[in-house]
């Protein structure tokens, strides 16, 4: 069965960093695409970032740009998101999600997540 384990979310100050992990398992890592996506108390599931499954592409929502760096290591079967600069609104569940094709392209057509790591950005 795909099993996809997020970690390294906690409280950090606004302007600090985080690097989330995500462990991947039951399925092929190095042939998907992936991405990272959170949701705020109340509101939506909204698409953060996401890799090909190469790992030498990747696209980034305009609110994150510049700020958050997603990567992977296929050895390890390890999805990455570098958070620097962090903002209040940042604030989420962040999940990592796996996509059916290899390719970065729709943002929307996950088949699997994890359970999420908290990210909480306060003073």
């Known amino acids: 069965e795909v099993q996809l384990v997020e970690s390294g979310g906690g409280l950090v100050q606004p302007g600090g960093s985080l690097k989330l992990s995500c462990a991947a398992s039951?399925?092929?890592?190095?042939?998907?695409?992936m991405s990272w996506v959170r949701q705020a108390p109340g509101k939506g599931l909204l698409w953060v970032s996401q890799?090909?499954?190469?790992?030498?592409?990747?696209t980034y929502a305009n609110a994150v740009r510049g700020r958050f760096t997603i990567s992977r290591d296929n050895a390890k079967n390890t999805l990455y998101l570098q958070m620097n600069s962090l903002k209040p609104e940042d604030t989420a569940v962040y999940y990592c999600?796996?996509?059916?094709?290899?390719?970065?392209?729709?943002?929307?057509?996950?088949?699997?997540w994890g359970q999420g790591t908290q990210v909480t950005v306060s003073s």
């Open positions: 890799i090909n499954s190469g790992g030498g592409s990747t």
């Open positions: 999600a796996k996509h059916p094709g290899s390719d970065i392209g729709s943002v929307i057509d996950y088949d699997s």
């Open positions: 039951g399925f092929t890592f190095s042939n998907y695409a």
